[in-house]
């Protein structure tokens, strides 16, 4: 690639919460890199300090120390309201809980983030049409959530993240409401979308969804313990056989 | 992020909870209705009081002969006739403020026309006391300064005597109608006015030419003004003017001191319609004052559910934090919900207040009035209400921290 900026550049990242007087330590010196197209796992325990850190990475918290370079920008210092702009342009997120608005439809799900991209109207159902159309559900634009099923959902939220053409996609525990067949096809979407540049940073604490990614980080009391790259199992063809045991 | 988008966001909200947002508008649409009704009511009541003392006059004075004093019993106003017609004349010519002039004196008589007859008091006059008394010509018309400097013989009718003569209805300009047995012609019909401020049939008038009347019917001019003076000020500001210069006239006309008691009163009607309405005004501003509680009470609905709207929100709101809202956009949502609720409401409110009023003036007969100008206070006062209390749940939504909110359960 002709860019060889990291997409993502993490220095010695420090979190101190204060929990009455006692002080909490959930990041202790993280330093993290990765490149453009990468899909990366972060795993760990809980308290682990792997969701911090993907709230940091997030743009949704600031590191009490270190410093964080989102595609060559450092943004661990901006206020409210810059961090808004960055997680609303470099940024698309997927979350356990879908995070979907109720009784609204998937094409306005869709179009959310470019409503405050001040995206008009007319380009807006254009793009948010085509990406729900990338994630398959060309044929469920006015369902409603309780219309749809949860793997349909959360490609919904797959396509609202995707829509605004983000540098790094950040899930958190995408499969951890959906069954064994339905996590394939989410993962095996997410490989379609690494296929075609996307860096996605996936927080997980299933070992088996972090093998269909490119690198695994293990977060452990505040560290990174360790952190190495792997060939990832291809998810569309696990999903097929999966598809031919019999229920 | 443009407006209409957030105004089509807050509207989308709205509607996801259709009851609700319904009971919301229900409180501002009482508020807002009760302030209309209410106001139309008082300056309904106020225009009536307002209709009854324009109809006995404009800017009118009434001038009466003092009262009689015999061994300590005093009279009464007029029972010792003091004004003379030179007085009158100086009132005319000499006291500022004054813009007209008429002198009456009446009698009761009995008049007969078309075979019927009937009883009432005939009043002599000048064409000026028309304007005074703000009369107007149902047909026909006044008699001049002509008939008065002439004696002739006409009178000018009211509609109650009108219609006891000729039958309800009838127009009797050209008959001849004799007072006391001296005819006279019907030059005028007088349109009718109804009942008086005092309770009095103001119709039962029958007037003629001062001169007239005080040959033909009183038997000679005497050489007091046994009856009122009318006085038609300059405009309402000038009738204190013109009351205070008539007393001081008269006075120094009658050579009475300062500190005595005058032998003539002057009575302003104007201040005592003006006084009359202050006191319905009074009325109106406590009826507005309890409506503008329950659309406050109202406000405080908006509030309540934009708070309850909030918390049930949390992770709506976390979310559009996550993917790009900035704190304004959400404080901005917020607030443009109130608004269009509190506005939605007002508008409803303002059909409710006027249907209201109009009810109560068609069914009920009273007399109620819609300012355009209430209709838009009140509206205006509902979107400040929406904004007042629509602010600190949507400031406590733009605060929240996109991590809990996201977490929220």
Redesign the interface.
């Known amino acids: 690639m002709a860019d060889e900026t990291p997409i993502l550049d993490a220095r010695d990242l420090e979190k101190t919460y204060t929990m009455g007087t006692q002080a909490v330590h959930a990041l202790r010196g993280v330093s993290l890199t990765v490149q453009r197209g990468e899909f990366v796992a972060v795993m760990g325990t809980s308290g682990s300090g792997k969701s911090t850190l993907m709230?940091i990475l997030?743009c949704?918290?600031r590191p009490t120390k270190g410093s964080y370079h989102l595609v060559g920008r450092e943004v661990s210092r901006l206020d409210?309201?810059e961090l808004?702009?960055i997680?609303?342009?470099v940024l698309g997120?997927v979350?356990q809980s879908f995070?979907l608005?109720?009784?609204?439809s998937a094409l306005?799900n869709v179009e959310?983030?470019m409503?405050?991209?001040?995206v008009g109207?007319r380009e807006r159902r254009r793009r948010a049409t085509r990406a729900l159309e990338q994630v398959g559900l060309g044929d469920r634009l006015d369902h409603t959530p309780n219309q749809l099923s949860g793997g349909q959902m959360q490609r919904v939220a797959i396509a609202?993240a995707i829509v605004?053409e983000p540098k790094l996609i950040l899930a958190d525990e995408p499969t951890g409401n959906l069954d064994s067949k339905t996590s394939l096809e989410i993962i095996a979407l997410f490989q379609d979308l690494r296929a075609t540049g996307i860096t996605i940073v996936l927080v997980t604490h299933e070992p088996d969804i972090a093998g269909f990614t490119d690198r695994v980080i293990l977060m452990r009391d505040g560290k990174v313990q360790y952190d190495r790259p792997q060939t990832p199992v291809d998810a569309r063809a696990a999903a097929d056989a999966y598809a031919e045991v019999p229920a | 992020?443009?407006i209409f988008?957030t105004f089509r966001?807050a509207v989308?909200a709205l509607l996801?909870n259709k009851m609700r947002s319904f009971l919301t508008v229900l409180g501002i649409i009482i508020g807002v209705g009760a302030v209309i009704a209410m106001v139309a009511i008082g300056e309904g009541a106020k225009a009536e009081v307002q209709s009854a003392f324009d109809k006995m006059g404009t800017n009118m004075l009434v001038v009466r002969s003092g009262s009689s004093q015999q061994g300590g019993v005093r009279g009464g106003a007029g029972s010792q006739p003091t004004i003379t017609w030179d007085d009158v004349d100086a009132i005319a010519s000499e006291a500022p403020g004054v813009a007209r002039v008429a002198p009456s004196i009446r009698q009761s008589v009995q008049l007969l026309g078309d075979g019927q007859n009937w009883t009432t008091s005939a009043e002599g006059t000048v064409p000026d006391y028309f304007t005074i008394r703000a009369w107007t010509l149902k047909s026909g018309a006044f008699f001049s300064e002509a008939d008065v400097s002439g004696k002739t013989k006409v009178i000018v009718l009211g509609a109650t005597v009108a219609d006891s003569l000729f039958g309800p209805g009838a127009d009797p300009v050209g008959a001849v109608v004799r007072v006391n047995n001296v005819p006279f012609e019907v030059v005028g019909l007088l349109a009718r006015k109804g009942q008086s401020a005092m309770g009095q049939d103001a119709d039962d008038v029958a007037l003629m030419p001062i001169s007239t009347f005080a040959a033909k019917i009183q038997g000679g001019l005497k050489k007091y003004m046994q009856g009122t003076v009318y006085v038609g000020a300059n405009s309402p500001a000038d009738t204190k003017l013109a009351q205070s210069s008539i007393d001081e006239l008269l006075r120094r006309r009658h050579g009475i001191r300062e500190g005595q008691d005058s032998d003539v009163t002057v009575n302003n009607l104007a201040e005592a319609a003006s006084a009359r309405a202050e006191g319905t005004e009074t009325m109106t501003r406590l009826l507005a004052g309890i409506a503008l509680v329950s659309l406050l009470v109202g406000g405080i609905g908006i509030m309540n559910i934009m708070l309850v709207s909030v918390t049930e929100r949390t992770?709506?709101i976390?979310?559009?934090?996550?993917?790009?809202?900035?704190?304004?956009?959400i404080r901005i949502q917020f607030v443009i919900e109130a608004v269009t609720l509190s506005t939605i409401g007002g508008a409803f409110g303002v059909a409710l207040g006027v249907g209201a009023a109009e009810y109560l003036r068609s069914s009920l007969g009273w007399a109620t009035v819609v300012q355009p100008e209430i209709v838009a206070i009140s509206l205006g006062f509902s979107a400040v209400v929406g904004v007042g209390f629509g602010l600190y749940p949507a400031h406590k939504a733009s605060g929240l921290d996109?991590?809990t909110a996201?977490r929220f359960e």
């Open positions: 709230n997030g949704l918290d409210r309201d808004a702009d997680r609303n342009q997120f979350f995070n608005l109720a009784r609204t306005e959310l983030p409503i405050y991209a001040g109207g609202r605004t | 992020m443009n988008a966001i989308l996801r992770r709506e976390g979310l559009r934090m996550a993917i790009g809202a900035k704190p304004s956009d996109p991590i996201l």
